[in-house]
C-alpha cells in the first residue's frame, strides 16, 4: 500500500522565516507533485518533479526531489501572510494519485 | 477553455436519498478522474476513466457509488442511499497525459 508522510502537519511561523516541509513516499516512482490548497478551495499545482535531484523554484517556494531517499522538500524563503494555505505532496502509482496528509501554514505577521 | 468544471458546487441532502454530481473535465483531455477529501484529509482516488472506459476503481468506491463517462466527454458520479460517512468534498481531475492532474473545483456534499 502506497504511503505518504508529511512533516509537519501544522507549522505556524513568523513572515520573513525560512522554513522546510518534508514529504517521504514509498514507492520507486520518480515523480512527485505539491499542490496548494485555500480553505474551502480546490487542489492548485505548484510543482511536478520528474527526476531524481529535480528542483524547482518559483517566487519563493523550491521544491527538490531525491528518489533514492525517497523523499521531496517544499522550502519556503522569507515567508508571506499569503503563503498561508495548505500544502498537499502526492506520488504516483500508475493512474492514481496518492496524497500526504498535507501540512497546514500559518504565517503570521 | 476555462479548466476542469464541477456541478453542483455544494449538495445538501438527506440520508438515504441519491445524488449525482457532473464533471466536465479540460476540453481534449481523455483521462478523467474522481478522488474524495474529508475534512483534514488529503484527497483519496476513487476511480479513473480513459476516454469511456473505467479502468480502475478503488476499493473506496463501495457498491453504492457508480461512475459513467458514456460519450468520453463529461463524467458523473453517483452516490446512492447516502450515509452521513460519504459527507466530503468530491474532486475531479483530468489530464492529456501521465504527467499533471488538473483539479476543479469540486463539490462539497453534505449529509444530514
Known amino acids: 500500500e502506497l504511503k505518504v508522510e508529511q512533516n509537519p502537519l501544522f507549522l505556524s511561523m513568523q513572515e520573513g522565516k525560512n522554513y522546510t516541509i518534508y514529504c517521504n513516499y514509498s514507492?520507486?516512482?520518480?515523480?512527485l507533485y505539491w499542490y496548494r490548497q485555500d480553505p474551502g478551495k480546490s487542489l492548485e499545482s505548484l510543482f511536478v518533479l520528474l527526476s531524481n535531484g529535480a528542483v524547482k523554484q518559483e517566487g519563493r517556494l523550491m521544491a527538490s526531489l531525491d528518489t533514492k531517499a525517497r523523499l521531496s522538500t517544499l522550502h519556503i524563503t522569507a515567508a508571506v501572510h499569503d503563503l498561508s494555505a495548505t500544502y498537499f505532496c502526492?506520488?504516483?502509482?500508475?493512474?492514481?494519485?496518492?496524497f500526504g496528509e498535507g501540512t497546514q501554514l500559518t504565517v503570521n505577521p | 477553455d476555462t479548466g476542469v468544471s464541477q456541478d453542483p458546487r455544494h449538495k445538501i441532502t438527506k440520508r438515504g436519498q441519491n445524488v449525482t454530481f457532473r464533471c466536465d473535465p479540460i476540453?481534449?483531455?481523455?483521462?478523467l478522474y474522481w478522488y474524495r477529501q474529508t475534512l483534514g484529509q488529503g484527497p483519496e482516488f476513487l476511480t479513473y476513466f480513459q476516454n469511456e472506459a473505467q479502468l480502475e476503481k478503488s476499493r473506496l468506491l463501495s457498491d453504492r457509488f457508480s461512475a459513467e463517462r458514456p460519450k468520453g466527454s463529461f463524467s458523473t458520479l453517483e452516490i446512492q442511499r447516502t450515509e452521513q460517512g460519504d459527507s466530503a468534498m468530491y474532486l475531479c481531475?483530468?489530464?492529456?497525459?501521465?504527467?499533471?492532474?488538473?483539479f476543479g473545483p469540486g463539490t462539497r456534499l453534505t449529509v444530514t
Open positions: 514507492t520507486t516512482s520518480d515523480r
Open positions: 476540453s481534449e483531455h481523455n483521462r
Open positions: 502526492a506520488e504516483t502509482s500508475g493512474s492514481r494519485l496518492t
Open positions: 481531475a483530468s489530464s492529456s497525459g501521465w504527467i499533471e492532474q488538473y
